[in-house]
């Protein structure tokens, strides 16, 4: 598959959280530790984000038990603060996270290109858990 041929999978929450923290809690490595997992039995052990155009991000994704684990990393393509983050994951696939502040409120919308691996509900519904987890946590 070439890399315009791939699959869009949206994801979307509203989080209760003005966009300035819903940001930080976003980008910033101490926050996305305590976050970045689908489920309990996983863990984010590892943060890396270099928050700049051309910049690489690196997360270390293990399961609690030790049994798996894997790194998900990318390179900036576009940093607007407070409003766009998009980025290429090392397959070619390409991801956009938009911010939509208002108040009190912050719509986090995740749309990324689909692998050839997994089936498009996993994906989408492994990527919406990690998302929900997100607000989970930032509206603490």
Excluded at 35 to 43: G, L, M, R, T, V
Excluded at 47 to 64: C, I, P, Q, Y
Aim: no cysteine; charged share 25%; glycine share 8%.
């Amino acid at each position: 598959m070439t890399k315009s041929n791939f699959e869009k999978i949206t994801v979307q929450t509203t989080v209760h959280a003005p966009v300035e923290k819903v940001w930080e809690y976003w980008t910033e490595p101490k926050h996305i530790t305590q976050w970045n997992n689908a489920s309990e039995d996983w863990h984010t052990p590892v943060a890396e984000n270099d928050l700049t155009v051309g910049g690489k991000f690196l997360t270390r994704m293990e399961a609690k038990d030790g049994s798996f684990g894997f790194d998900f990393g990318g390179i900036y393509d576009e940093v607007k603060v407070n409003e766009v983050i998009s980025y290429t994951l090392g397959d070619e696939r390409k991801v956009t996270i938009k911010f939509n502040g208002q108040g009190n409120e912050t719509q986090v919308i995740e749309t990324f290109d689909a692998e050839t691996t997994n089936p498009i509900e996993m994906q989408q519904a492994g990527w919406q858990a990690i998302l929900d987890n997100f607000k989970k946590y930032a509206e603490q």
